[in-house]
């Protein structure tokens, strides 16, 4: 399931490459297709396939090792892509790759310096630390140097990062690093306990849950960029509909005794269109019935507010639901007030998001007990 996940999120990133190869993309994607190398091999029915086809034993743990390496290498590539000029980017990223074929060359040797003892799909490691220590010991030097250089990298820019999405993402990338080091720090106790005469099976739970984790955490950290923005549209448009279905009560309450300030609209106008309409038509309804609007209940309504202990913008939705009820009733009636209100507006929010709470206060409180006693009574 994780090689499936791995390849997912690769195959996502990948068509990114039809309009974006930069340096980070490519770095990002390869990264993307070492975790689906590391998975893919990790399974035991493919680790065995592979190292057969090879014709070398446990050809496999070294293929799928490499491949974390290359992989954390890859990680550095993105975040130095990310911080720093194209130019200074590479120059920093050269002794990064010669660490990595260095790393790699002393692998392999020390990997062909062990005996033979069968295939390990399930604990590699483990028998690695007991036969190959040193093989292991640089396994995990290169490991833990380049994970904890991806952490801090990735902990910098997240403060400085352009966009809130990938300020979050390099977040997760970052907080992935405790997880690298107790993966890290359980195979060094596996060497050390197998100095000891012991073994490291005690450990490997630890290990595999502190991988799984870290893998997951960047995993959705590195994606978190590209998903983010639709996540935040998905939000936008659930918002949008409830801010809507509060508000038309009220825009119809309005506009069937003034419906001059309605602007029929075609039915391809999507939600945000229509939202925006909805809060324009509803002000410019509110001023029409200004002339309506009784001075007397803007004050019974602040009044009526602060024995209820409402707050400053309660308070403001309250006077102005309180105008709006007595203009349609005087309306209505035809009987305008002997002292009009000077503006129909209790409120004046600095700009549209602000407005669009405003006046769903307004509507809810169109219907209120403190609205009603206001309106009756004119605060008496």
Known sequence: MCAAVALLALLYKARVLRTDRSAAQLALIGSFFFLVVIFTVSTPAVWVAVSRAVGIEN??????????????????????????????????????????????????????????????????????????????????????????????????????APSPWLRRGLRLVALSLPFSLCYSVSRLAGIVAAQFGGTGHAWEP??????????????????????????????????????????????????????????????????????????????????????????????????EAGRAGLGGE???????????????????RDEPPARPAATPLAACPPELAAELLHQQRVARALASPVVDRAVAGRGA
């Open 59 to 160: 050809f496999s743990g070294l293929l799928s090792q490499s491949a974390v390496i290359a992989l954390s290498v890859c990680q550095q590539l993105v975040l130095l892509s990310l911080t720093r000029s194209p130019a200074t980017a590479r120059r920093a990223a050269v002794p990064r790759i010669v660490l990595l074929g260095v790393v790699l060359a002393a692998m392999v040797v020390l990997f062909f310096e062990a005996a033979a003892h069968g295939e390990s799909p399930d604990d590699f490691a483990v028998v690695r630390a007991h036969y190959t220590p040193a093989y292991l010991a640089v396994y995990l030097a290169a490991f833990t140097l380049t994970q904890i250089g991806v952490g801090v990298m990735g902990w910098r820019y997240c403060r400085i």
């Open 314 to 332: 309660q308070t403001a939705a309250v006077v102005e639901a309180a105008q709006l009820r007595a203009a349609l009733a005087a309306k209505a």
């Open 206 to 303: 630890a290990a595999q849950i502190g991988v799984a984790m870290a893998v997951c955490t960047q995993t959705v950290g590195w994606i978190l960029p590209d998903w983010g923005p639709h996540l935040t549209a998905a939000a936008d448009r659930i918002r949008y509909r409830r801010a809507h279905r509060i508000l038309m009560p009220l825009h119809r309450t309005l506009t069937a005794q003034v419906p001059g300030p309605v602007i029929p609209m075609g039915r391809g106008a999507d939600l945000r269109t229509r939202l925006y309409r909805t809060l324009i038509e509803i002000r410019d309804a509110q001023w029409e019935l200004r002339t309506w609007m009784d001075e007397d209940v803007a004050g019974a309504a602040r009044r």
